[in-house]
């Protein structure tokens, strides 16, 4: 008994960072036989507030309390792990391991991966109340997640709009059932000009994140955003195929052990691979 344990210090962040804090955390612990210990979730953001997001970042009460780091641990040596990334380290006595940094995004999943199982049963019990509202939903055909917020600030996320053009009018061709599609988004309804042009399209919101995250999971095929962990964990809870914008092979396909489709090419053509999945999901849905 080395008499160590490990600290998840929760970063103010989204959903999904905070979550990836905490899921390396508690799987440096089952590997090496150590008490995980929490401080508090943030309960409250100011960035949400100020841009006028319609999902505040506010878990409190979703997520189950963990154990404060008890009085035994204060005088350990405290290491902090950086990036969340643990390669390599062989714990030492009477030493405090502190998980606060999100990890690099080549390691957002491929460590996770092997424990998956476990990671998800934690999580299932470590929410509260988040898939009660869920017991009658219409699971869709696609979830498509669409991030907003902090992410409308920067290069592809000004105006993703014809992207999604491009992608509904595809799907629209290639599979002759008229797909039903849901959207997800931290932001509102006005602020996707999609659903005009397309019936089949229906903005979803629960509430709260964590019940939108397992909603989207539910569904067979899910579109994740660039960039954004959200949507890669919905991918990791789930068994379904994963679409992606050119960025997010590496993360998507290592959140759902590698059944990630690229949507489109740098010219702006359906890639082979994602025609590929078509022809088999029409002759799937048809």
Wanted: net charge positive.
């Amino acid at each position: 008994m080395i008499n160590s344990a490990v600290l998840v210090k929760v970063p103010r962040a989204g959903l999904g960072n905070q979550l990836l804090v905490w899921a390396h955390a508690l799987v440096f612990a089952k590997r090496h036989g150590l008490e995980l210990f929490e401080t508090k979730w943030p309960s409250f953001s100011i960035g949400p507030l100020l841009r006028r997001d319609r999902s505040k970042r506010n878990y409190s009460g979703l997520i189950k309390k963990g154990n404060g780091l008890p009085k035994r641990f204060h005088d350990h040596l405290e290491i902090i792990v950086p990036k969340s990334d643990y390669l390599g380290i062989t714990p030492m006595p009477e030493t405090l391991y502190v998980f606060k940094e999100i990890p690099h995004h080549e390691r957002y999943f491929n460590l996770l991966i092997p424990e998956r199982a476990f990671v998800i049963n934690e999580l299932k019990a470590k929410l509260i109340g988040s898939y009660s509202p869920l017991s009658n939903y219409a699971v869709p055909d696609i979830a498509v997640h669409i991030r907003l917020g902090d992410f409308t600030r920067s290069s592809w996320y000004k105006e993703p709009w014809d992207y999604y053009i491009r992608l509904f009018d595809h799907l629209e061709k290639r599979v002759p059932k008229k797909l039903r599609i849901h959207i997800f988004s931290d932001g509102k309804k006005q602020e996707i000009p999609l659903f005009d042009s397309y019936e089949n399209l229906e903005f979803i919101q629960f509430g709260n994140d964590l019940t939108d995250l397992n909603a989207i999971s539910m569904a067979p095929v899910i579109h994740t955003y660039p960039s954004s962990t959200f949507g890669l964990w919905a991918a990791f809870l789930s068994d379904a195929a994963i679409l992606h914008v050119n960025d997010c092979r590496l993360r998507a396909g290592e959140s759902n052990l590698g059944k990630d489709y690229r949507t489109f090419d740098d010219q702006g053509s359906p890639t082979k691979e994602f025609d590929g999945f078509l022809n088999h999901y029409a002759s799937l849905v048809g």
